[in-house]
């Protein structure tokens, strides 16, 4: 195996570190949860990312979820250039807005009106806002381990960046922001139900990733989905499906066509951006016409809708409703999760795999993982000595334990081989 060189990467990080906290953008790409310093790419093509020491990488971090095509897809970069030459901005209505939200209408059925934002945090906040507004009540539950975004009121034992940094929720957040979140245990259906029948007339929503996505990958257990429906159809709660990762990418439909249980509200990102910085809620139209200007809650956003992210959100989605999309995905991710499985077990190397559709994760423990306190049993310095000993190898992991692995449309089956014979190395390793 050729050595690789990161002096590039470690220099740009030196100087980034001078002029940004952490020398990141965002928290968990500073490897702080593996150690090391974190790379710095240069650029990606398809399943392939290439850093500034000239280093190539097969990628699974898919920026976290958007790339379900791989990079620069010729569609999405032809329809982004497109949109370009007209323009980039006008904070007025267009077209392409109306456009990609009838896509996601028809792709989606519980969803009869939707509204863009930027992100998926804003998509939490507004959905979060505008269940409370709709219903004048003011308690939320969310589960410990799931992550929806550094939104003041859910930063509460989330389950990405934070529970990667281990100091769940963050300071900075008063009190009174967090006193109407309640933090149950994810795939506990009866705790709900406890909570809800001591304060039921007070919830005003129910928030969940419907699988698991920033603790590792944990699927909801059979049930659980459904009692959550049953509860808060009989307290007047809303239910939110928080599909920012799930969606487009386990269905056509989302987690809520594959386990067929219909949300009130759904909350969307990464996928619809393809790329660019997109974000969403939408839901029930009687919910959906509280939202200002119609209605009294207000939500704004000056880049919402603006036609490059539309364009790319649009052509995206384009290429995820091809009929046979989701099969081709499926062969590839149940290859790929496959060999990481026979790597450990030959090894024999304690883990627990998970995988629905393109969400996969290893997690290194010799326990069951259902939940947030499952994950935390992971040995987080194995995954740490796995995540380098891969990247040397040229493959491009999560920087944490607590994370998912995203397979693109475009992986084929050479990456698929060369990723298998690193991990079968590396697992003899750990
Ligand atoms: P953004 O605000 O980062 O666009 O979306 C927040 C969000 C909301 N809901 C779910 C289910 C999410 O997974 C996310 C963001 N995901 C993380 C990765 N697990 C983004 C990566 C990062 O924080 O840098």
Redesign the pocket.
Known sequence: MKTRSFARSQAAFTEAKKVIPGGV?????AFGSVGGDPVFFERGKGSHVFDIDGNTYIDYVAS??PLILGHVPEKVVEAVERALSGGSSFGAPTERETALAEKIVRMVPSIEKVRMV???????MSAIRLARGYTGRSKVIKFIG?????VDALLVQA???PMTLGTPGSPGIPESHIADTLALPYNDIDTVKEVFDNMAGDIAAVIL?PI???MGVIPPKDGFLEGLRELTEKHDSILIF?????GFRIAPGGAQELYGVTPDMT?L??VIGGGL?V?AYGGRADIMDHIAPDGPVYQAGTLSGNPLAMAAGLATLEAVSDESFHDTLEEKAARLAREFETAANAAGVPAFHARVGSMICTFFTDGEVVDFDGAKTCDTDRYAKFHHEMLVRGIYL?PSQ???MFISIVHTVEDIEQTASAVREVMKLL
């Open positions: 953008n965002s928290p968990v790409r976290w979820g930027n992100s998926g945090t804003e998509a939490t799931c992550y929806h975004g550094h389950g990405s960046g990733e698991a996505g920033n928080d599909e920012v990762i799930t909350t990102g990464k910085p974000g999560a607590f994370e998912t």
